[in-house]
Each structure stands twice: as structure tokens, then as C-alpha cells.
């Protein structure tokens, strides 16, 4: 049976399978603490007395913590491994957690948040390049996306966090407290499982290198994977973090900044962040909008898991292009909805349905490929700097793009914020379609070599 079910049923894939599943912890937490604020924030602003500054630094302090994380994973993914990086993030996790339940004024909530942003930037990139690095290349695709997975139920389970707690004394404190949960698992999963194959090489432990690939690999494959590792690092030497700007790796750079700035262009969070919003626009009641809402967050697991069982079969670019050629189609119709007063009369339905379009396309696309595509084109000797480069880069554009929807809307009003959305999506299928390489069915060592040969990169599989 191929593909990835199939593969992973198989002997060792299931110790690999059981090692991806832990990683992931670290996106679930990633999507449950940016998808539970906009809940929360309903009973913090009257019991803090938080005003519209307040309430933007108690949302914003952490995605600017996760710019900051992002930055010094890059350093600590090296120095003391992908490993021990996942569990400081875990220890981080929960004490910020803890930290935001307990906070007695608007001041102590920024800081819990922007701290708790610390640990959010780091996992993010540190969680994929930890199983891409474990992970045999005919199921990297679908076991990367593990950790999209994750980010999606942590998103829709924090939906239904708000939605549960509504009417609960102290609902919010609980709302952030319950974190906890998954960072106390992350700390004692990342106690469990083995440090990667390619960061052992890099320290030069060979041994212990050879003893993890060969719980995941048939026998026959381990000396020639360990000798693919042993002559990147001899041809990469060793390297700084200008070297992430140079030539070298500058093919690389320009795909993985331009899958993480499309990533957020498309206004995906605006649609995480606001969908309740965007639906009463179309004349909901408050109540229905979240329910509906609701729904946005189950398409965009179920079209998650669609992704994970096709990436490794059909490849990245194929979902990539039609997944955004998908959500710009939806951008269109949605501002179709809102400029013809007929259309909004006769099919009141038709902005749901273009909601759930654009996060069904998003869900089998941008949002698993860009994290999964940064864990593979870079070479070993810059992964984690030019990765952490990629994911500030993310989050920023994450901040400005949620920061700046609600004015876009003001100023350009509602067609046309979301036709300048769409006219980003065209932009981003041309980027796409000329400049991303497959990956599909590589090991990370053949990317690199394919990579420095090809500087262009090329798009064969
Ligand atoms: C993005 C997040 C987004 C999420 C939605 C992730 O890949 O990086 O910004 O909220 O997908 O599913």
C-alpha cells in the first residue's frame, strides 16, 4: 500500500510516527495560545479595565515574543540541540500559563503573554525541523505536517475553550490557564525521545547518531544515510549567520522568506482572528457568527489531514499552487459579497461558503508547505538560523497583516480589503509556480546537494 498510511504502518516508522507525534505538542500550543486571546480578551478588557491599547499589546506581545523566540531558537537549536530547546520551550510553556491565569492587572497579562510568545516563536520552527530531521524522506511530507495538524486542533480546541467556558466564574483565568496541559506534556514528552541523527553528526557523535537511525530505519539504509550527513558537513564547514544572506544559500532564503511572507499576505489570520467578525458583517447574530465560526476551525483540521495523506503522494508544489490559486478564488467572492447588495440579499450563505473554501484551500497548502518546505531547503550547517530567519520573518508579517485588518477595512472599506488579499494570492501563485522546488521523495542531504548544484533549484522531483 503506498503512500503515507501505508509507509508509516511499517515497522520502524511507527518509533518515528511516535517521536513526531510528541514534537507536535509544541504546535499545539502554538495554535491554542493564538487562537484563544480573541475569546478571553471578551472577559479581560471589563475585569482588568483594559482599553483598546491594553487589549492590542495583551494580543500583539505575543507575536512580538514569538519574533524574538524565533531569533534565539535560531542560536539554541545549535548550541544545545533541537532537543533541549523543545523542552526549554516546554518549561517556558507552562510557567507563562500559569502566569497569565494568575495575573492581577493588564501589565503582569502583557508580560505572561509576551513571554508565553517566547516559547510560541520557538516551537514553531524548531518542532518541524526536529522531525524533519528524524524522519525517512517518503514520509517527511505527512509526519512535518503533523505539527500543522497540531497548530489547527490547538486553534479549534481553544475555540471550543471559549465557547464552553462562557459562562464560568473566572473564565478567562481558566481560558489561559488550561495551557498548561499541553506544556506540562511537552516538557515530559521532549524528556523521552532521542536528540536528531543530524545534529549528533554535527557534534561529531557518531555512535549515538547510528543508534537512532537504526530504530527508524531498515538496516540497510542506516551507514549509507549516515555517510550522506558526513559529506555535507565536510563539503558545508562551519558557518555564521551572515552566511545565511550569501550566496550560497540565497536560492534557499528567497523561498522560505517568500512562502512566510505569502503565508500571512493572504490575511489567513484575519480569518482565524476575525471570521466571527467577518460574519456579522454579513448580517449574523453575535451568537450564530461563533458558532459558525466554529466550523471555519473544523474545515481547517479535516482539510489538514487531507494534506497530510497527500503531500508525500502528489507533492508540495501541486497542493501549494491549486491550495492558493483555491483562496484567492474565495478572497474574490467574498468581496463579491459585500460590493453587490443583491448578492448579499439573495445568497446570504454564499460568505460562509466562501470562508470555508479559503481555509479548506489554505489547509492543504500555505499552511502546512511553508513550515514543512523551511525544515528542507536549507543546508545543515545554517538550518536553524536561516529557519529562524524565515519564522521572524512570519510573524511579522503575522502582527502587521492582523494589526493593520481592522484599519484596512476602515480606509478601503470591505470589497476591496479583500480583492487587495486576493490580488496577493495571484502574486503569490506566480512566485510559486517559478520559484519552489519539489522536495517530494528526497533525502534532506539530496535537496542540499541538488540545491548548491542548481542554485536556481530545480523544480523536477
Ligand atoms: C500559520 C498561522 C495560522 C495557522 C492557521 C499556520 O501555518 O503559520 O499563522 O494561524 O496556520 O491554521
Known amino acids: 500500500m503506498p503512500g503515507f498510511l501505508g509507509t508509516v504502518a511499517s515497522g520502524g516508522n511507527r518509533f518515528v510516527l511516535r517521536i513526531s507525534l510528541v514534537a507536535a505538542i509544541g504546535g499545539f500550543l502554538f495554535g491554542y495560545d493564538t487562537g484563544v486571546i480573541s475569546g478571553a480578551l471578551l472577559?479581560?478588557?471589563p475585569q482588568l479595565h483594559a482599553g483598546t491599547l491594553a487589549q492590542s499589546w495583551i494580543v500583539g506581545g505575543l507575536l512580538l515574543g514569538a519574533v524574538v523566540g524565533a531569533c534565539l531558537a535560531g542560536y539554541l537549536a545549535d548550541a544545545i540541540s533541537r532537543k533541549w530547546t523543545k523542552f526549554a520551550a516546554g518549561v517556558v510553556y507552562t510557567l507563562a500559563a500559569v502566569g497569565s491565569a494568575f495575573a492581577q492587572s493588564t501589565g503582569e497579562l502583557i508580560i505572561a503573554r509576551t513571554v508565553l510568545g517566547l516559547a510560541v516563536g520557538t516551537a514553531s520552527f524548531v518542532a518541524p525541523m526536529y522531525i524533519a530531521e528524524q524522519t525517512p524522506p517518503r514520509i517527511r511530507g505527512g509526519t512535518v505536517s503533523f505539527n500543522q495538524l497540531m497548530i489547527t486542533s490547538g486553534i479549534l480546541?481553544?475555540?471550543?475553550?471559549?465557547?464552553?467556558?462562557?459562562?464560568?466564574?473566572g473564565n478567562w483565568r481558566w481560558m489561559l490557564g488550561l495551557g498548561a496541559v499541553p506544556g506540562v506534556a511537552l516538557v515530559i514528552g521532549m524528556l523521552l525521545v532521542p536528540h536528531t541523527p543530524r545534529w549528533l553528526m554535527?557534534?561529531?557523535r557518531g555512535a549515538e547518531a547510528r543508534a537512532v537511525l537504526t530504530r527508524s530505519r531498515p538496516a540497510g539504509q542506516v551507514d549509507g544515510e549516515l555517510d550522506e550527513i558526513r559529506s555535507v558537513l565536510r563539503t558545508e564547514g562551519r558557518r555564521r549567520l551572515r552566511d545565511v544572506f550569501g550566496s550560497?544559500?540565497?536560492a534557499a532564503l528567497v523561498v522560505g522568506l517568500g512562502l512566510a511572507v505569502f503565508q500571512q499576505l493572504v490575511g489567513v489570520n484575519t480569518v482565524i482572528y476575525f471570521s466571527p467578525t467577518i460574519l456579522t458583517y454579513t448580517g449574523l447574530h453575535a451568537n450564530s457568527a461563533v458558532t459558525e465560526a466554529l466550523t471555519v476551525g473544523i474545515t481547517n483540521v479535516v482539510f489538514t489531514v487531507i494534506a497530510i495523506l497527500l503531500l508525500d503522494r502528489v507533492g508540495r508544489r501541486v497542493l501549494l499552487l491549486i491550495g492558493t490559486v483555491g483562496l484567492s478564488v474565495a478572497l474574490v467572492l467574498l468581496g463579491l459579497f459585500f460590493a453587490l447588495p443583491d448578492l448579499r440579499q439573495h445568497a446570504p450563505w454564499l460568505a460562509l461558503v466562501a470562508l470555508l473554501v479559503f481555509i479548506a484551500s489554505f489547509a492543504i497548502g500555505l499552511g502546512p508547505v511553508f513550515w514543512l518546505m523551511i525544515s528542507e531547503v536549507f543546508p545543515l550547517s545554517l538550518r536553524s538560523r536561516a529557519m529562524a530567519v524565515c519564522t521572524a520573518a512570519?510573524?511579522?508579517?503575522?502582527?502587521?497583516?492582523?494589526y493593520f485588518f481592522l484599519q484596512?477595512?476602515?480606509?478601503?472599506?470591505?470589497?476591496?480589503?479583500f480583492w487587495i488579499y486576493a490580488g496577493l494570492g495571484v502574486l503569490a501563485v506566480v512566485f510559486f509556480a517559478v520559484r519552489v522546488p519539489e522536495t517530494k521523495d528526497r533525502s534532506l542531504e539530496q535537496i542540499e546537494h541538488d540545491i548548491g548544484a542548481h542554485p536556481r533549484l530545480s523544480r523536477a522531483a
Open 43 to 45: 472577559y479581560i478588557a
Open 157 to 169: 480546541l481553544a475555540y471550543v475553550a471559549d465557547f464552553a467556558l462562557k459562562g464560568v466564574a
Open 202 to 204: 554535527q557534534r561529531d
Open 248 to 250: 550560497g544559500a540565497r
Open 394 to 402: 512570519n510573524w511579522i508579517a503575522n502582527f502587521l497583516v492582523s
Open 408 to 417: 484596512l477595512i476602515g480606509a478601503a472599506g470591505r470589497p476591496a480589503t
